[in-house]
């Protein structure tokens, strides 16, 4: 349904040298699937999923590549064709604890004017629509004559989860969309969505820093580091056949081959700075398993067992030992 | 981990500063980096460089006017209400002196009283704006209230009716008046800023360790909101200009002395305009003006600092 | 309602504020003009003994305890006793001023709204198509306009308009061989007389409009909602005005209310130059007669104009933003 191509994002910087946010990616997204990017922040995630849906300024980023739903390619179109396209293909839910609706206008007026921006439709339709979506989102419809800052996070972030599925979108993408709620709020939304996922079948691109969370829900997973795809695999192997040292190390079992005993412990180190682009592979530096190769050549996105894995560990043709 | 927490973002959030502090350069070095950074995105905004660069000009004149003037300022001996001449590029006054020597000799005094009027006001609104952001409680009620009072009664009425009370009008009874009634819409946004910072982490944690209040104000918190104060001071400044005019002008300032403002007034008194004698009165008023553009580009340079979405792109 | 008592109990305080100021500013001034004037007051002829104790009231003349003083001040105030001018001697101070007030009311009300709108409406132009042409050269522009004196601009009209090129006249509010009565040769006339003064308001006020909301929308639009809105395929009129202008207006509404001080102290001066027979001429007449009674209940009357123009944005703002209508944080 969704297929990204070399992707290239470069935030332009006024001293001239731009910073690749995203840097070649490679992936599709097929009908009804509930697909999870993970990353530690700063890793392109955010930036990459924006760039799917056709959001970033062309002012501030020069994009390059290809974003093709339905045959069409997103970054060919005229700005009324991707105009219409947005939110009827393809919407989003932005961070928890965002300003995502305008202060001044009642929550029903919100999913009005997205509703008259793409169809004609009687008022009281329009309406029965909004109660139902509430509904659908375990909320109490009379809120729909609320305004944003009368309603609790939780609520609004449910509100907002309504609101994308107002047109029946192919996808949505839901950027860190229970980040600032807590985690009682966190599990019951999370449950909700994949719930409606399950029953109205859209795809979900689910975007979160958090491993654990993303493994629950999503039926298949990309990790991404520095601002590329490092490993991608179905949610359901992942956590036995990890085979990227940065996913391994995610997940928190990461073993150190020297120490005698196996303990749990965070990442060292910091995600490069990718001013000027980086040589080699970017996780190298943080790399238990760092060989000469890692610093001078950048693994390639290559098939494995059971997905998709980049690092030099599984291309045995290319690692020379010396 | 906790550390990054509670880093200072001295010159706001800015491009630059992320790459200094990846840099792992001293803390004084990258204070210093930091610092000039900020002039640079002042420099960098095209309209503050314009106004940098007059406000340069004004402030060359205001030191060595009296040196390239033409004339000495107490030659009265002038063909009186000449217009504009090779001779006299601004014309000469009712009582026959040369406009452009008066202008030259002006610049001085009306910036002077400008930014001594400008620096007071900044002072007052500092001292307020920070009681009433540090110490929240009562303190902060009862000073909003007062700021909100002073805010919303008309700064030029008042103005003019303490000013004609007041039994001797000199330059310094002048800058007190507009000192007084001028401080209040400063000191909102500087309280409002103040409360901001006073609720960072990395001063709730030199709270914590038992920094006192002034060590905290001068140490922590001041360096940070410099961009705002200087944005307020120019603002000051700009509303003193403005005031002193408009006061001397109505001739509740001292006529005596040779300002941008008292020569419009004697300007409009010897009918200037009806005979002809535009330079007299538009020159001054367009120092006043240009002045005044100066500053206000300035800001927006500053405001660049502070508000990274209004940066220019 | 609590929104509304707030702002009404706001309303009583500023103007008692206004009204206590002008009872201690005379008598906190070293020297006592008020002697003088009475003798001066003495030497045009009787004042009726009522308007006497009305004057010696505003003027500070020692007579009594201060709370007595104070409360008489008060209640004269109320009745609308302020005693009798001395530069328009024997009419009363209110008589003068109710006969300025409608000439500055509607000239400086009228187009300081209008300047509002339309500067308004450039900003949000001006913030929507950023950097290109118009916002660099408006913004170039309006800061420099803005930057001018009122009386200054005032000045430069009267000079080429009306005295090189003779289209205007050169001051007064109508012609002299007129009087005053509701015919359409005398409305002729004063529309005629108030257009140079117009140029003057709306030339300085439409600047501080036109780049405070342009400022204020700029920052808007980086607001998380305008992203969505985007992303929803709204369309751009829409997120223009509905989504950004209108929550850009918020702040804006606010901004005027507080700049109507400057906008009036400007037409004050204005007046002056054009010798409009508004306040603000009326203002410098005191000045120069040093006539107190008249300067001080001017300022009251200013004073209170302006407050209550407050009231009135402070409703507009409630009425266009729903967390300050309910009270809730801000």
Redesign the interface.
């Given at each position: 349904m969704l297929e990204v191509k070399d992707l290239w994002v470069t935030y332009k910087?006024?001293s001239g040298i731009g910073v690749s946010a995203v840097r070649g990616v490679d992936f599709d997204i097929p009908d009804n699937s509930f697909l999870g990017l993970v990353g530690e922040s700063g890793c392109g995630k955010s930036t990459l999923g924006f760039g799917i849906a056709g959001l970033l300024d062309p002012?501030?980023n020069d994009v390059s590549g290809k974003v093709i739903l339905d045959g069409q390619d997103l970054y060919t179109l005229s700005k009324e064709q991707l105009r219409t396209l947005r939110w009827e293909k393809l919407s989003v839910v932005l961070q928890g604890g965002m300003n995502a609706f305008n202060p001044v206008l009642k929550i029903k007026q919100q999913f009005i004017d997205v509703m008259r921006a793409h169809s004609n439709q009687s008022t009281s339709s329009m309406v029965d629509r909004i109660a139902e979506l509430l509904s659908a989102v375990q909320l109490d419809p009379r809120i729909m004559d609320s305004y944003p800052h009368e309603l609790s996070g939780g609520m609004k972030q449910r509100t907002a989860i309504a609101l994308s599925l107002v047109l029946h979108p192919r996808l949505v993408i839901l950027d860190e969309p229970t980040t600032a709620l807590d985690v009682v709020v966190q599990r019951s939304i999370i449950n909700m969505l994949s719930e409606l996922q399950r029953l109205q079948k859209f795809s979900v691109l689910f975007i979160s820093h958090d491993l654990g969370l993303v493994l629950e829900v999503a039926n298949r997973v990309m990790v991404m580091y520095s601002g590329q795809i490092v490993e991608d695999k179905p949610a359901s192997v992942i956590m036995d056949d990890a085979q990227h040292p940065y996913t391994k190390a995610l997940l928190g079992c990461y073993v150190n081959p020297h120490a005698e005993n196996v303990s749990l412990k965070g990442i060292p180190g910091t995600p490069p700075?990718l001013r000027g682009g980086v040589q080699g592979c970017p996780f190298a530096p943080r790399c238990s398993f760092v060989m000469d190769v890692c610093f001078t050549k950048t693994p390639q996105l290559v098939k494995c067992e059971n997905g998709l894995v980049a690092c030099h560990l599984y291309r045995q043709d290319e690692v020379t030992v010396e | 981990m906790m550390a990054n927490q509670i880093q200072k973002p001295v010159s706001s959030t800015h491009?630059q500063d992320d790459t200094l502090s990846?840099l792992n350069q001293t803390d004084l070095l990258g204070k210093i980096f930091r610092r000039q950074s900020a002039v640079h995105t002042v420099w960098?905004n095209r309209?503050a460089r314009?106004g940098m660069v007059i406000l340069g000009i004004f402030i060359l004149v205001a030191i060595i006017g009296p040196w390239i003037s033409p004339y000495s300022l107490n030659n009265t001996g002038f063909t009186v209400s000449e217009p504009p001449s090779f001779a006299h590029w601004l014309g000469t006054t009712q009582s026959g002196q040369d406009v452009l020597t008066q202008l030259l000799y002006g610049t001085r005094i009306s910036m002077l009283v400008g930014f001594i009027a400008g620096a007071i006001t900044i002072a007052i609104a500092l001292i307020v704006g920070f009681l009433a952001g540090y110490f929240s409680g009562w303190i902060d009620d009862v000073l909003s209230?007062l700021m909100?009072?002073m805010?919303?009664?008309?700064?030029?009425?008042?103005m003019?009716?303490?000013a004609?009370?007041?039994?001797s009008h000199g330059i310094w009874e002048i800058i007190l008046v507009m000192s007084l009634t001028g401080w209040a819409?400063g000191g909102r946004t500087l309280r409002a800023q103040m409360l901001t910072l006073s609720r960072q982490d990395y001063v709730v944690a030199a709270r914590f360790a038992g920094e006192s209040p002034i060590t905290i104000i001068f140490r922590e918190i001041l360096p940070n909101m410099l961009s705002y104060i200087i944005a307020n001071f120019f603002g000051a400044v700009?509303g003193a200009i403005?005031a002193e005019?408009?006061l001397e002008?109505?001739?509740?300032g001292n006529p005596s002395i040779t300002s941008w403002g008292t020569m419009?007034y004697w300007a409009?008194n010897g009918d200037a305009?009806?005979n002809g004698q535009?330079a007299w009165?538009?020159a001054p008023?367009?120092c006043?003006?240009?002045?005044?553009?100066s500053l206000?580009?300035i800001n927006?340079g500053i405001?660049a600092i502070a508000?990274p979405?209004?940066q220019?792109? | 309602m609590r929104f509304i008592l707030r702002k009404l109990g706001?309303l009583v305080?500023?103007v008692w504020?206004?009204i206590t100021?002008?009872f201690i500013?005379?008598r906190l001034?070293?020297?006592n003009?008020a002697e003088a004037m009475m003798a001066k007051y003495a030497q045009q002829g009787p004042v009726p003994p009522q308007q006497e104790k009305a004057l010696e009231l505003m003027l500070g003349l020692p007579t009594g305890s201060l709370w007595q003083q104070y409360w008489g001040y008060v209640v004269n105030i109320i009745h609308g006793n302020f005693g009798v001018s001395y530069s328009f001697f024997p009419e009363s101070v209110l008589s003068v001023i109710l006969q300025a007030m409608p000439w500055t009311l509607t000239l400086v009300g009228l187009v300081t709204i209008l300047q509002f709108v339309v500067g308004t409406l450039l900003g949000v132009y001006a913030a929507w198509h950023r950097?290109k042409k118009f916002d660099s050269i408006a913004?170039?522009l309006f800061?420099?306009t803005?930057?001018?004196?009122y009386?200054?601009i005032a000045?430069?009209l009267?000079?080429f308009l009306a005295?090189i090129a003779h289209w205007f006249p050169?001051s007064g509010g109508y012609s002299g061989s007129l009087s005053p009565s509701l015919n359409l040769p005398f409305i002729e006339s004063v529309v005629y007389h108030s257009i140079l003064p117009a140029i003057t308001i709306f030339i300085t006020g439409i600047g501080g409009s036109l780049l405070g909301m342009r400022?204020n929308m700029?920052?808007t639009?980086?607001e998380d909602y305008i992203f969505l809105a985007r992303a929803e395929g709204l369309k751009s009129k829409t997120v223009a005005i509905r989504y950004a202008a209108r929550n850009a207006m918020l702040p804006i509404v606010t901004n005027f209310?507080?700049s109507?001080?400057?906008v009036?102290?400007?037409s004050?001066?204005m007046e002056?130059?054009f010798a409009y027979p508004g306040m603000g001429y009326l203002?410098?007449t005191a000045?120069?007669n040093?006539d107190?009674p008249l300067?001080?209940t001017?300022?009251l009357f200013?004073?209170i104009s302006?407050?209550l123009a407050?009231f009135a944005a402070d409703m507009v703002t409630g009425i266009l933003d729903p967390r300050v209508r309910k009270g809730a944080a801000r």
């Open positions: 910087s006024r002012k501030r700075d | 491009a990846r960098a309209k314009i209230l909100n009072v805010l919303v009664l008309p700064g030029l009425p008042l003019i009716v303490i004609a009370y007041i039994p819409f700009t403005l005019a408009g002008f109505l001739g509740l419009i409009q305009l009806l535009w009165v538009l008023g367009l006043i003006a240009l002045l005044a553009t206000t580009l927006f405001d508000n979405r209004l220019e792109d | 706001f305080l500023t504020v206004a100021l002008n500013i005379p001034m070293p020297g003009p950097g913004t170039v800061s420099f803005s930057a001018f004196p009386f200054w000045l430069a009267i000079y005295f050169i400022n700029i920052n639009l980086g209310a507080m109507l001080g400057l009036v102290g400007g004050l001066l002056t130059v203002m410098s000045i120069s040093q107190y300067l001080q001017l300022f200013i004073t302006v407050l407050n």
